[in-house]
Structure formats: structure tokens, C-alpha cells
């Protein structure tokens, strides 16, 4: 693992950038920052060339695995589609340890949740990836609406999924949380122990950027304007006005664009990880439903992280990353036994897909550790 960022100098730069102007801030934290087949290879990339720079490689594929499309459903009947990742070899008469991952906010399974998968379930684990409710291929409706509760409902019903499966030991049942995905699986988590071992992957605690910005920067008074805001599209949308979407990443850069706002872009707006799922036009991606989004304002993930213990939670941050706020507070707040792992020189959205950086060895060893029967 490299120790420094010299040779990721786009990283270097957009850090050397922060702090961003208080509009950015505003712009971000008011929004979000965000058939069943078997086969070895699915074409899971829009893109017609991956930008593969700087060790990226989002959409990374193994002859050593095979994918199948799954869909199974929450405890409310809504659809969630999946894959699920397994060695080609894989014994299926014995009971296998599975690890669920969940993408980042705004995201799909195919943006940085599919690569985990793919490299977890080649360490021998079953893996799943998924789309959260309302985004992607899962069902819901508006598309990317906003709703905590059934995000974190949605690595319950993973577990459902997994456990009922002949293959898999359901007493040893792990997940990783990436970006917004780390606080929707602590909620989770504190209500669902058969998550018996939880990673977060450049966690973004998605309540508290909503109420406070990074590093706290919104004030109550812009709070209350956010509000509102959400509260007069609503009037607009009961009288048959179209739906207003917020935040996520801008669909064109300008010479005002912020660091983080160019980071997200260099991800999820280019061959690197831009994908579009069918549902939804392409210029909405990663964008959430204005009036939606106000109720994360009321989610709290990181209340009560103490009575997950004695299962163990592992916090994976870029040292550089404009995010690592987020994860040093869920480490101070939670119990043991628990892990703050720094990533030399990597900032937030390097950890998507970066596999030079990501520290798979560290994740691998970690859930061999813990995630027993």
C-alpha cells in the first residue's frame, strides 16, 4: 500500500483545495453527497472505455468468479435486485461465511459495491451487492427517493436472502457499508444482530452532513431554509408539478465547482465509474428528490452505535479524505471491539474503486478473524 499520494496527484490537489465556500458546503450536505442467470461474466459497465488512471478499476471483473442477478424482498414486499458473487469452484455442500455490500449514496451496485464483492468473493466469501431501495434496478417509487429507514431495512433483508440459501452458514453474516451505505448498515446493525461483523469504506454519516454540513458549517437557520424549501416543493408536487431533484454531482463542472464536487465527477461523470441504470435519465444520477431528501435530517445512525458491541465494527478512512470526519466520531462513539484503519494518502472517493489503495488484505483479514460461526 503506498504511503503517500504521489501518485495520485488529482487526490493531492482537490485536498490541497478544502475548504470549500460555504454555498458548496450548502449544496452538498442539503442534498445527498451522494431473470435469475448464472454466468462467470456479466457486462456490468455502461461505459464504452473505462478510465482505468490512478489504479482505478470499478468495474473489475475475475475469471475466478461467477455473478448471478438475484432479486428477493424486504420485510415491506418491495423488490430488491442484487448480485451474487461466488468462486466458480465454489463447494456448494458446505456452509460459507457471506459478506453484504452496500454502495454509496447516490450510487448503484455497479459503482463501487460490485468491485468489493467481486474481490471479497475471491478471498472465498459469498458476497452480495444491491441496490437500495428507489435507486437502480430495485423497485420504488419516485426513483431516488430518500428514505433511511428502508435503506437500512434493505441489509436486513440481505441477510434474509442469504440466510435461507443451503450454501451460506447464516450465523456468519458480515457486511461493508461504502460512503453513505456505512451509516445506513450501523443503523442497521443496531436492530439486527445476525449482522455479525460490520466495515465502513469512507463513511459518510448521511444525518449529520444533512442537519450539519462537513465540519458543521450550516447553521440552524439554513437548516430551517432547506426545509422549507422541501416543504414548498411538496405543495408544488400535490398539485401535479413535476419532481425537483437536489445535490449529488454536478452534471457539468465550471471554474466555481468545488474540490469535493470535482472529485465526486471524476468518478461517477466519467468512463471511470459513470454508469445509468435503466430506470432513470442519465442526468438525474446520484441526484435525490428535493422533498425527499429533507428526512435524512431526521436519521441518526450513529445514536446507540454502543449495543452493537460485542460485534466488531472496522472504519476504513482516507487520511486525506474530506469525509474522515464522519468515521472518527462513529469510532470515538462506538464499543469495543472496534477499529479506526487510516489509508495512507487517499482521499474520500479513492477508496470507491483505487484497488492500489483500498486495503482488501486489511478487509480480508478482518472478517476471517471475526466472521465465524
Not at 463501487?112 to 458476497?127: C, R
Not at 429507514?149 to 457499508?177: H, K
Request: net charge neutral; with cysteine; aromatic share 10%.
Amino acid at each position: 500500500m503506498p504511503n503517500s499520494n504521489e501518485k495520485y496527484p488529482k487526490t493531492e490537489s482537490l485536498s490541497s483545495l478544502l475548504p470549500m465556500e460555504r454555498r458548496d458546503l450548502l449544496k452538498i450536505s442539503g442534498g445527498s453527497l451522494m431473470a435469475i442467470g448464472l454466468t462467470s461474466f456479466l457486462d456490468i459497465s455502461s461505459a464504452k472505455a473505462q478510465d482505468m488512471s490512478n489504479g482505478a478499476d470499478n468495474f473489475y471483473k475475475s475469471r475466478k468468479i461467477n455473478i448471478r442477478k438475484v432479486v428477493f424482498l424486504t420485510q415491506y414486499k418491495t423488490k430488491i435486485a442484487a448480485n451474487l458473487f461466488t468462486l466458480s469452484q465454489i463447494d456448494l455442500n458446505k456452509h460459507h461465511s457471506a459478506i453484504i455490500v452496500g454502495h454509496p449514496m447516490g450510487a448503484t451496485k455497479e459503482q463501487s459495491a460490485n468491485l468489493y464483492a467481486t474481490k471479497m468473493a475471491e478471498q472465498g466469501f459469498v458476497a452480495l451487492s444491491f441496490d437500495l431501495p428507489f435507486w437502480g434496478e430495485s423497485e420504488g417509487q419516485p426513483r431516488n427517493a430518500v428514505e433511511p429507514e428502508l435503506y437500512a431495512e434493505a441489509f436486513s433483508a440481505a441477510v434474509d436472502y442469504l440466510g435461507i440459501q443451503s450454501f451460506v452458514n447464516r450465523n456468519a453474516i458480515g457486511a461493508i457499508g461504502i460512503c453513505g451505505s456505512g451509516s445506513f448498515v450501523i443503523s442497521a446493525a443496531k436492530i439486527d444482530p445476525r449482522l455479525k461483523v460490520i466495515a465502513t469504506i469512507s463513511m459518510y454519516d448521511m444525518g449529520g452532513v444533512a442537519r450539519n454540513g462537513l465540519r458543521h458549517s450550516i447553521s440552524e437557520e439554513q437548516r430551517k431554509e432547506i426545509i422549507n424549501k422541501a416543504a414548498l416543493q411538496r405543495w408544488n408536487e400535490a398539485e401535479g408539478g413535476k419532481i425537483e431533484y437536489t445535490g449529488g454531482t454536478d452534471n457539468q463542472l465550471t471554474r466555481n465547482s468545488s474540490a469535493i464536487q470535482r472529485e465526486f465527477y471524476d468518478f461517477y461523470r466519467t468512463p471511470r465509474g459513470q454508469y445509468t441504470p435503466s430506470k432513470i435519465a442519465a442526468d438525474l444520477t446520484t441526484h435525490p428528490t428535493l422533498t425527499s431528501n429533507v428526512k435524512f435530517m431526521n436519521f441518526y445512525p450513529l445514536n446507540d452505535i454502543e449495543i452493537i458491541s460485542p460485534r466488531p465494527l472496522l472504519f476504513i478512512s482516507g487520511d486525506k479524505a474530506h469525509s474522515k470526519e464522519f468515521s472518527e466520531e462513529a469510532y470515538q462513539r462506538a464499543a469495543e471491539p472496534k477499529e479506526l484503519f487510516w489509508v495512507a494518502g487517499a482521499g474520500h472517493v479513492d477508496l470507491y474503486d483505487r484497488v492500489d489503495l483500498i486495503p482488501f488484505d486489511k478487509l480480508t483479514d478482518f472478517f476471517k478473524q471475526y466472521l465465524k460461526a
